[in-house]
């Protein structure tokens, strides 16, 4: 395995807005390289995590690419902080498309990695994009509506929908759309993403992540609830699909998770970790980290090589 690398900023044009993120390649090797493609989950941007776990990938021989979404980080895009999933699932598209034009890359060995909101977005990219042969999924989200039914009441499901009623109308009469903090130190304070865990792993990553911002737009949470990547579950099969989760994920919830992943055909495996939804980036960071890379490793080590026949799905908890 290889640990020296070379880093290029790049960019990509996706329906004119530029797409910034960073090309690695192995440089104690000659490619060209199988190429993993890679972007943070909800509102995170690059740097930090996210190329730590590309250092990991580069480090087996591949290539990788980090990149923030499309109004995100260094990216462009207007409204900033809109996260909107059916874009990003382009944005992931256009990134292979630009990998396979690369001289570096074997464009029959691409890879996929997501975690969290792009978790889901890997699933959907690897079910719809046939250029992808192997996928990991990270504490994925499969249903923002059923996600909200379990972290809501009743009651502030219903209030929350008419303030997405309130702002879609505002935003057509001309108005500039809302925008909410993502976390607070402040418990009582209204946020996109609540509780103690949110706070301390995006906090301490903003610290690491200067384009990130703690904010996003109320149109983003809207669409949120509308987001279904489990329902591609099924049809990402003959891809192999490594699923990694944590036991006691509030955030994307664990038993979601587990009903999609029963759902989804061989070849297949499942990492469970102990711990939170944000105990993959920490807890278990060297764990989650070696397993998709030894998964993509196993599945990209050479074209002739590709496991497309079925093999046994295995769970494993750490």
Not at 10 to 15: A, H, P
Not at 53 to 65: P, Q, S, W
């Amino acid at each position: 395995m290889t640990t020296a690398f070379h880093t290029e900023k790049i960019q990509l044009n996706v329906d004119g807005s530029l797409v910034r993120g960073t090309f690695y390649t192995p440089s104690n090797t000659d490619g060209p390289f199988p190429v993993i493609v890679m972007a943070h989950g909800w509102g995170m941007v690059s740097g930090g995590d996210l190329e730590d776990y590309a250092a990991g990938m580069v480090a087996a021989d591949f290539a990788a690419l980090t990149f923030d979404f499309r109004h995100l980080g260094a990216s462009e895009g207007e409204p900033r902080q809109d996260i909107d999933p059916h874009r990003q699932v382009e944005d992931y598209k256009a990134a292979i498309s630009y990998v396979r034009a690369r001289p570096e890359v074997d464009g029959e060995r691409i890879g996929v990695w997501g975690s969290s909101y792009s978790g889901g977005h890997a699933l959907v990219v690897a079910a719809v994009d046939r250029r992808v042969r192997c996928v990991v999924a990270q504490v994925p989200t499969i249903s923002g509506w059923r996600a909200a039914q379990q972290r809501l009441s009743p009651a502030e499901l219903a209030a929350q929908q008419e303030w997405f009623i309130q702002d879609r109308d505002a935003r057509f009469g001309g108005a500039i759309g809302q925008t909410i903090k993502m976390i607070s130190a402040n418990p009582s304070e209204k946020v996109a993403y609540p509780g103690a865990e949110s706070y301390d792993y995006m906090s301490a990553r903003g610290k690491t992540c200067p384009s990130w911002r703690n904010e996003v737009t109320v149109r983003s949470l809207e669409l949120a609830r509308t987001y279904e990547p489990g329902a591609y579950i099924e049809r990402i099969a003959p891809t192999p699909l490594l699923m990694i989760i944590a036991d006691a994920d509030s955030i994307t919830p664990t038993g979601l998770q587990q009903d999609a992943y029963r759902r989804a055909h061989h070849p297949k495996r499942l990492l469970m970790v102990p711990g939170g939804h944000y105990s993959v980036y920490t807890d278990h960071f060297e764990d989650t980290r070696k397993a998709a890379a030894d998964w993509f490793s196993r599945h990209l080590g050479s074209v002739t090589n590709r496991q497309w026949s079925d093999e046994a799905g295995s769970e494993v908890t750490c």
